[in-house]
Nanobody, 123 residues
Framework: VQLQASGGGLVQPGGSLRLSCAAS????????IGWFRQAPGKEREFVAA???????KYTDLVKGRFTISRDNAKNTVYLQMNSLKPEDTAVYYC??????????????????WGQGTQVTVSS
């Protein structure tokens, strides 16, 4: 499966963006798809995951502001980001895993990382 992240851009604080993770060469609902982000000078961190069965998980940093969803017809996972803050500025990546749900926040279990899409939150 190849994954391609898109939808990033420049947005003011308090604004919204929707990121897309489009899959090709496989069926996205067969996997857990995770979103991670990496800010300049920082390690890549977990943001959200959508499990093959429909479970969702978020880092506390984005709970209540971000929503992860999946469109099976489009073979795409989305990350709706609302109430964006400057600290959300990062390159956002999506990747897939088949690891048990209890470990979906762990980057090492993910494969087929997409290229990443830049999100910049600034006035």
């Amino acid at each position: 499966v190849q994954l391609q992240a898109s939808g990033g851009g420049l947005v003011q604080p308090g604004g919204s963006l929707r990121l897309s993770c489009a899959a090709s060469g496989g069926i996205v609902r067969s996997y857990t798809i995770g979103w991670f982000r990496q800010a300049p000078g920082k390690e890549r961190e977990f943001v959200a995951a959508f499990g093959w069965s429909g479970n969702t998980k978020y880092t506390d940093l984005v709970k209540g502001r971000f929503t992860i969803s999946r469109d099976n017809a489009k073979n795409t996972v989305y990350l709706q980001m609302n109430s964006l803050k400057p600290e959300d500025t990062a390159v956002y990546y999506c990747a897939k895993t088949t690891v048990v749900w209890g470990r979906v926040t762990e980057e090492n279990f993910y494969r087929d990382w997409g290229q990443g899409t830049q999100v910049t939150v600034s006035s």
